[in-house]
């Protein structure tokens, strides 16, 4: 099964980890300065060596990926967006089944790898991550230097290249108001705390994305220490303000509800409406207040109500109307499932 469908350690807080190591071969410029020719030679070499690198990964020339597709694996935070959109690049992805493994060529850097859990799992996936660098090591020569590490396009990424990232689900902050004070906090630490898909975005359906904003000066012992401590924290007031929460039972019973209903009976819903109405469900799901769903099915409904992977879910074509029709239909069908 792949690895979004999954549950895993506190994920009742925490949707998913990743960690993302940045990284360039030394005998090529940088992707601003790369020639078309070059950044085929880049393509080619790591085409080669594919096989060797293992882990079940497979070279797929990203212009042989139709766009609905592209934008489905954005929207399981596989690839960026701006990967996915750029039409003129030159680039590819290596990806496995279970898609918890992804390596992007030629997006920001030569190599963007990264890897994925559901749940918290910083650490396993540092030990992967650091695993497929050593391989990639031994077959490319890296860009490293003596005093300041792993060279990057972007300066933030320099040193040990690493950004260790947790999705985290927070509506009863949000519900106390609390939010705002939770958020400072996060920034005052160092992180980054930022909107579903990263840099310059909104929080969507009370979902915040929890990173490291610095990579110099810093082992990757320490940005994954340094985030798991940051997101203990944030998962303690998350779980304090939900049992606040739950004393106003009724109350909270009344939200998680009503979400449901319009969820199940609606005719037509936006994907925007369609996040919120899920936070509360997944929220009463989380507490134990409704057994009308469980965890399995949320996280197949928030992944099909996406446009792409609804429109990959139908096996059609449909225009943003059509979809607002669609999406609670094909809810339905995986709520009665």
């Not at 320490?222 to 007031?237: A, C, G, M, R, S």
Request: aromatic content about 6%; hydrophobic content about 35%.
């Amino acid at each position: 099964m792949n690895w979004y469908l999954q549950s895993g350690k506190d994920s009742d807080v925490v949707i998913s980890s990743r960690v993302r190591l940045a990284r360039n071969i030394e005998e090529y410029p940088f992707m601003t300065k790369l020639t078309s020719k070059q950044a085929e030679e880049i393509l080619q070499k790591i085409k080669e060596i594919t096989p060797s690198i293992g882990y079940g990964l497979t070279f797929i020339n990203l212009n042989d990926i139709d766009n609905i597709t592209k934008l489905s694996l954005v929207e399981k935070h596989i690839i960026s967006p701006e990967f996915a959109v750029n039409k003129d690049k030159i680039s590819a992805i290596l990806m496995n089944e279970e898609e918890n493994i992804c390596i992007m060529i030629n997006e920001e850097d030569h190599i963007r790898m990264q890897v994925f859990s559901s749940g918290l799992d910083l650490e396993n996936l540092k030990n992967l991550a650091v695993e497929i660098d050593e391989k990639l090591d031994s077959m490319l020569k890296l860009a490293v230097h003596e005093k300041y590490g792993y060279l990057t396009a972007c300066p933030t990424n320099v040193g040990t290249g690493m950004r260790a990232s947790v999705m985290v689900h927070l509506p009863a902050l949000t519900m106390t108001g609390n939010i705002g004070k939770i958020l400072n906090i996060v920034n005052s630490f160092g992180m980054n705390i930022r909107g579903i898909y990263g840099e310059g975005t909104q929080s969507q359906g009370d979902i915040y994305q929890i990173s490291n904003n610095q990579t110099l000066g810093l082992t990757e012992e320490d940005i994954i220490k340094n985030i798991n401590t940051i997101t203990q924290k944030v998962i303690e007031q998350e779980r304090m303000a939900r049992k606040y929460l739950a004393k106003k039972s009724i109350d909270l019973e009344d939200i998680v509800y009503r979400a449901y209903g319009t969820l199940y009976y609606a005719k037509k819903l936006s994907l925007e409406e369609c996040q919120k109405l899920l936070s509360y469900v997944k929220l009463g799901t989380d507490l134990g207040i409704m057994q009308e769903v469980n965890d399995s099915k949320v996280t197949k409904l928030y992944l099909y109500a996406n446009p792409a992977n609804l429109q990959k879910y139908v096996g059609k074509q449909l225009d943003g109307y059509e979809r607002e029709i669609k999406r609670p239909e094909v809810l339905r069908k995986i709520i009665n499932s």
